[in-house]
Antibody, heavy 117, light 106 residues
Framework: EVQLLESGGGLVQPGGSLRLSCAAS????????MYWVRQAPGKGLEWVSG???????YYGDSVKGRFTISRDNSKNMLFLQMNSLRAEDTALYYC???????????WGQGTLVTVSS | IVMTQSPATLSVSPGERATLSCRAS??????LAWYQHKPGQGPRLLIY???TRATDIPARFSGSGSGTEFTLTISSLQSEDFAVYFC?????????FGPGTKVDIK
């Protein structure tokens, strides 16, 4: 059974940093692209960042230069280092597995990031 | 590409048919997916390529359309189908989602 479990969310002040983690199991992690998708309160879903199995990366315009995605294929782990956090980064962050062209067939339950003073 | 969905909320009785609409600001061909989202859970992929059901999705869910106009139909609503439904285009970067339609119990 495919499982994705996010952790690392919390309350942080503007300008601060957080590191999100996603533990994956039940599939060959190294062969698939993984993404972070977020949902701000009252808003729709937004692609944040993604990484291919061999390390190619994608960043949404709103997080470029501030967030860094990485993965450890030996431990089946996905990470998102978030720096220079802003109030508008407040959201539920989901880890998701990408299949086919651009479909997410499995998602975690999310980890909440709140940026506030 | 901006995605819009209508209605924002759809009130339906169990056993009834639900029809949800999604519109793209420019053509996405058939690069359109639908997701179901329940509180406390990650979204669930229902439909991709506009009309192909994902693995283990019941036949009561069907998708249609191409270009800029798309429809998700739930033929006979079950209690577990009350949720928010998002459409998602993956033709152009950045990939974008619609704001969602909430299907609730009438």
């Amino acid at each position: 059974e495919v499982q994705l479990l996010e952790s690392g969310g919390g309350l942080v002040q503007p300008g601060g940093s957080l590191r999100l983690s996603c533990a994956a199991s039940g599939f060959t992690f190294s062969s698939l692209s993984m993404y972070w998708v977020r949902q701000a309160p009252g808003k729709g879903l937004e692609w944040v960042s993604g990484i291919t199995g061999d390390g190619g990366t994608y960043y949404g315009d709103s997080v470029k230069g501030r967030f860094t995605i990485s993965r450890d294929n030996s431990k089946n782990m996905l990470f998102l280092q978030m720096n220079s956090l802003r109030a508008e980064d407040t959201a539920l962050y989901y880890c998701a597995r990408l299949v086919g062209v651009s479909n997410f067939d499995h998602w975690g339950q999310g980890t909440l990031v709140t940026v506030s003073s | 590409i901006v995605m819009t969905q209508s209605p924002a909320t759809l009130s339906v009785s169990p056993g009834e048919r639900a029809t949800l609409s999604c519109r793209a600001s420019q053509s996405v061909n058939s690069n359109l997916a639908w997701y179901q989202h329940k509180p406390g859970q990650g979204p669930r992929l229902l439909i991709y390529s506009a009309s192909t059901r994902a693995t283990d999705i019941p036949a009561r869910f069907s998708g249609s359309g191409s270009g800029t106009e798309f429809t998700l139909t739930i033929s006979s609503l079950q209690s577990e189908d009350f949720a928010v439904y998002f459409c998602h285009q993956y033709k152009n970067w950045p990939r974008t989602f619609g704001p969602g339609t909430k299907v609730d119990i009438k």
